[in-house]
């Protein structure tokens, strides 16, 4: 005990290394400086990566695909770190994406952070490819969540851009939305996202969609009605709606997804909420 004492103690004399979240080894940080341990998971054939991360790798290659104007599909999670215990956590996610005019495939690293694990509230400050320089703002992932809420007096299927079927079905983060409202808003168990049938979509980025485009508006809010078939995570009541809302701060680097998913109607939406405040 006295030997491996001394040999923190003369290992704090030395300049701390920088902290990289994406290393595979996390021993130094957490025995000798005292950060909050870190969990190191690879991701193999037979033990898969989770649901959640990798919902959460998609939303990084999301991310990068809206600041650089690209269309790289996600592939699979290789490997990711995370703090713990924590009641909400960061994630460091090594993940494959490819190109599909090429077909070539390429490494990358995001970083997701949890503000709340009751909630569908994340933020992601990393989406780069193995090797770019991009640097994390020095604000905290964590952040205040604001979740969006269906409006009051207007029908946003009446008000916003609905694109029909076929478009639906080529905008993937459409999906990835509603699969991170699902999967968040019951972490307890495995999820069966193949239940989920999207009946229609209305996209508000009225602000940015002009000069941005619909797949790289920065901010939008999505309006999402749907049918869940899976019995174990809904009984009955297949009929649902969800809102999620995307933002991105230019000054700090913050990409942020927030929703809520609710049974029923658009009045049994508003009553749910209203009843949890």
């Known amino acids: 005990m006295k030997k491996e004492a001394a040999r923190r103690a003369e290992l704090r004399k030395l300049p701390r290394p920088v902290f990289d979240g ?9 025995s000798v400086w ?15 990566c989770c649901a959640l991360v990798t919902l959460y790798a998609k939303m990084g290659l999301h ?24 009641l909400t956590t960061v994630y ?12 070539l495939t390429q490494i990358f690293q995001t970083r997701v952070g949890e503000a709340d694990r009751s909630m569908f509230a994340l933020s992601c400050s990393i989406a780069r490819r193995l090797g770019d ?4 703002s020095d604000t905290p992932s964590f952040f205040r969540p604001n979740l969006p809420e269906w409006p009051l007096e207007n029908d946003p299927f009446d008000q916003f851009y609905v694109p029909d079927e076929s478009e639906v079905q080529c905008i993937d983060w459409v999906r990835l939305y509603l699969e ?50 899976c019995e174990a995570r809904v009984g009955k009541d297949v009929d649902r709606i ?16 927030e929703g809520q998913s609710s049974p029923g109607s658009e ?4 009553e749910y909420y209203d009843a949890g405040k």
Do not use: W
């Not at 994406?22 to 957490?30: C, E, G």
């Not at 193949?194 to 619909?214: H, Q, Y």
């Not at 969800?242 to 997804?257: E, M, P, W």
């Open 22 to 30: 994406f290393a595979d080894s996390q021993r130094t940080h957490q």
């Open 34 to 48: 005292g950060d909050p341990a870190m969990a190191v998971k690879i991701c193999t054939d037979r033990e898969p």
């Open 63 to 86: 991310r990068y695909n809206l600041l650089h104007r690209t269309n790289l599909e996600f592939v699979k999670v290789e490997k990711y770190n995370y703090f713990i215990p924590m």
């Open 92 to 103: 460091y996610i090594t993940f494959v994406a490819s190109d599909p005019a090429t077909s």
């Open 133 to 136: 320089d991009e640097k994390p």
């Open 180 to 229: 991170l409202a699902v999967v968040i808003s019951d972490r307890s168990q495995s999820h069966d996202l193949t239940s989920l049938e999207i009946v229609k979509v209305a996209i508000d980025a009225s602000t940015s969609m002009e000069e941005e485009g619909l797949n790289y508006a920065k901010n939008a809010t999505v309006y999402i009605r749907y049918k869940d078939y």
């Open 242 to 257: 969800a809102i999620v809302r995307r933002s991105y701060d230019d000054v700090l680097g913050l990409f942020h997804l």
């Open 267 to 270: 009045s049994l939406f508003i």
